[in-house]
């Protein structure tokens, strides 16, 4: 319709009046025009486009290249491109001077809008969490529903170091988390997980930082963690005792953190997915020649198991593929540490659910303790780690597992093994593990 009348118009007597307002082209906005307003639609492009109907260079169909209508018909920009190409630069960049001098900045003095943060800068937190001094004494009647806090460890591991710096990866990796609800929590859209916002609530939810460990001493450092811990135990949240999840760090640190939710809350039913089992009696790894040597993370549940922290037949390995040291000894020494294993292979068979069945009739309303060595996924999807095995789960799986678990009563968890300078450019690693912690504070929030 547009076209014939165009057509019309452009041929013959209307011709002078097409000069001026072509179609009222002037009054016409295209979809650049709308969105960036004068900067493109300006009294020289306006012009331009009637010089180019009344040339007939550019008919009524062509002309939606300005006006976005019926773009059924190829236009010859080869040959307009040649023929205007000086003018329409001219057009543009005189639009372009008159339109920037518009741009209206705040007064020199006024910082109002600078007191946000966003996804790339600021001191990172993670998920941008508040933060205070979570040790000082003096601050102790301060509420902590949840507390996260970093154990930036790593002499405890026998073959890839690095887990001192997992924390800070991790932080790095949750900076996009920000809040909203997400649709793939919880192991179906029924889920209530799938309602929930664990970043908006009413629950005061703390970074509280890292525990300074020495590199220097292992005793010391670990006590150190111990005492960390324990601080963070002495708040309480709004809603009953504080819950701690911990950023390794290699994994001998569960066993401090073990030792501080033991105190709080009672034997614990421990969910351990990992790819080695950890209850190694120091005598067939590491240990034998100095007690010192004996405490590392291949060895730091047998130590749990020894000390009463473990609930003896509620404790399960999950995702184990790591050969057993001593083959008549390590699985017989395990079952006395207290635990059942999933292999890595099991999922194939008996699926996710299979798993969290099992999990559910293991633990029941006992408080449970999860601990996440990240190395239990496929190092395709985690190769930043200390041990790792093929042949492991992959991110989602882990993580369609662990959502799985809402109604359990996680009073607290770690996530350890992510070695930063192994990992991808990417992050791939410290990224699983900001997905994991971020799992754990939906089942923590939901059962709070
Ligand atoms: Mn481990």
């Given at each position: 319709m547009l076209r014939s009348i165009v057509f019309i118009i452009c041929s013959g007597a209307a011709l002078a009046s097409v000069i001026q307002d072509p179609i009222g082209l002037a009054s016409k906005k295209s979809f650049i025009d709308e969105i960036y307003g004068e900067l493109v639609d300006t009294q020289d492009s306006r012009t331009h486009k009637a010089h180019l109907l009344q040339s007939n260079l550019v008919t009524a169909s062509q002309n939606n290249v300005f006006e976005n209508i019926e773009p059924e018909t190829h236009l010859l920009f080869s040959q307009l491109e040649s023929q205007y190409q000086e003018s329409l630069r001219r057009s543009a960049h005189n639009g372009y001077l008159r339109s920037r001098s518009k741009v209206k900045f705040p007064d020199d003095d006024d910082t109002s809008d600078l007191d946000g943060i966003n996804m790339f800068g600021g001191i990172v937190t993670?998920?941008?969490f508040p933060t205070f001094n979570c040790f000082d004494k003096s601050q102790f009647d301060k509420n902590i529903d949840i507390a996260i806090v970093g154990a930036p460890f790593d002499t405890g591991v026998s073959y890839r170091p690095g887990a001192r710096f997992g924390p800070d990866a991790i932080r790095s990796g949750a900076r996009r988390l920000k809040g909203g609800v997400n649709p793939a929590r919880g192991n179906s859209r029924n889920s209530p997980l799938a309602k929930l916002d664990p970043y908006r609530?009413?629950?005061?939810?703390?970074d509280c930082g890292d525990v300074p460990m020495t590199p220097f001493?292992?005793?010391?450092?670990?006590?150190?963690l111990y005492r960390g811990e324990r601080a963070i135990h002495a708040h309480s949240g709004k809603k009953g005792a504080?819950?701690?999840i911990t950023m390794g760090g290699d994994h001998t640190i569960t066993l401090m953190a073990l030792r501080a939710a033991y105190e709080k809350y009672g034997k614990l039913a421990v969910l351990h997915f990992d790819s080695h089992i950890d209850t190694w009696n120091p005598k067939v790894l590491g240990g034998g020649i100095t007690d010192y040597m004996s405490l590392n993370h291949g060895t730091f549940l047998h130590y749990a198991a020894e000390q009463g922290y473990l609930a003896k037949d509620h404790c399960l390995h999950l995702g184990i593929r790591a050969p057993y040291v001593?083959?008549?000894?390590d699985?017989?020494?395990d079952?006395?540490?207290g635990f059942d294993l999933f292999t890595a292979r099991d999922i194939d068979s008996i699926g996710t659910k299979g798993i969290v069945d099992k999990v559910k009739s293991v633990v029941g309303n006992m408080p449970v303790y999860i601990s996440v060595d990240i190395d239990v996924l496929d190092p395709s999807h985690a190769p930043g780690t200390g041990t790792m095995e093929v042949g492991g789960w992959t991110t989602r799986e882990l993580l369609t597992i662990l959502d799985s678990l809402d109604g359990l009563h996680v009073v607290g968890a770690d996530v350890v093994e992510v070695s930063p300078p192994f990992d991808s450019n990417s992050e791939i690693t410290s990224l699983a593990a900001t997905a994991v912690i971020d799992s754990i504070l939906g089942l923590m929030v939901y059962d709070i």
């Open positions: 993670y998920a941008g609530t009413d629950l005061s939810i703390i001493d292992n005793r010391i450092a670990l006590n150190q504080t819950r701690v001593d083959n008549k000894y699985e017989k020494h079952r006395e540490c």
